[in-house]
């Protein structure tokens, strides 16, 4: 058992999906997979193994922001010697041609978190990218699917509500959307020589105004898990 995941290493598989939200992950376990295992419940942050089209396969919760996602990530790459992990969760456009349910693949994570400048002591702007592997494959299976799909660059935030933040410079710099965990989990994966990747469902747009409700987020965005088991099985 690690500080906060109560399973023994054998109770994890090698590739995880990372939801922020507990809930979805119990949603994905119901609803993707067999011969279910809970093996945590730690802080309610609940995490299942299960099988999908025959791969084992885990679901853990990791809360919301890049210090709650670096934890549930780091104890499953260094302790329970996980290889793979794809974040799955909702992120805010910022694009006008970014639109509510289109799925954004985050092939790098721009920041504005201080813990990138601890880890490298101010000495670089480190940019961390997603594994090209695990890239390459969403991306050919959400074409082959016609999903609506967006690769590029995501800004990994500290702050939900923020409004100094520049958004429509980032939308002009590249920036496709929001979310809150994909710079960190891509810059341990690169401390460990492991794999990561973001797949995120756009909930809402931070220009337009439009969004989904709540439970729709835990509960309707179904193509962007399909597409991480998909790209684990």
């Not at 670096?70 to 805010?92: F, W």
């Not at 509510?100 to 880890?119: K, P, Y």
């Amino acid at each position: 058992m690690s500080v906060h995941i109560g399973a023994e290493k054998k109770q994890i598989a090698k590739k995880v999906l990372l939801p922020g939200d507990p809930l979805r992950a119990k949603f994905i376990a119901e609803n993707f997979m067999t011969d279910v295992e809970q093996y945590n419940t730690v802080r309610n942050m609940f995490g299942f193994t299960g099988l999908y089209k025959g791969e084992r396969i885990s679901a853990q919760g990791s809360g919301m922001g890049i210090p709650s996602a670096m934890i549930y990530a780091h104890e499953l790459y260094t302790e329970y010697d996980v290889n793979q992990i794809i974040r799955v969760g909702s992120a805010g456009a910022m694009k006008l041609d970014v639109h509510v349910r289109d799925l954004v693949i985050a092939q790098g994570a721009t920041t504005d978190s201080n813990i990138l400048n601890q880890i490298f002591n101010h000495q670089v702007s480190y940019s961390p990218i997603a594994s090209f592997n695990l890239l390459d494959k969403a991306y050919h299976i959400a074409n082959e699917r016609g999903f609506k799909t967006h690769v590029g660059n995501v800004l990994s935030a500290d702050r939900f509500y923020n409004q100094e933040l520049d958004k429509e410079k980032l939308a002009n710099y590249g920036i496709l959307a929001v979310e809150m965990e994909a710079a960190g989990l891509y810059t341990l994966a690169a401390q460990h020589n492991k794999e990561a990747l973001a797949i995120m469902t756009i909930s809402d747009h931070l220009l337009t105004g439009e969004e989904t409700t709540a439970e729709e987020r835990q509960n309707t965005f179904n193509e962007m898990i399909e597409l991480a088991l998909d790209v684990f099985a």
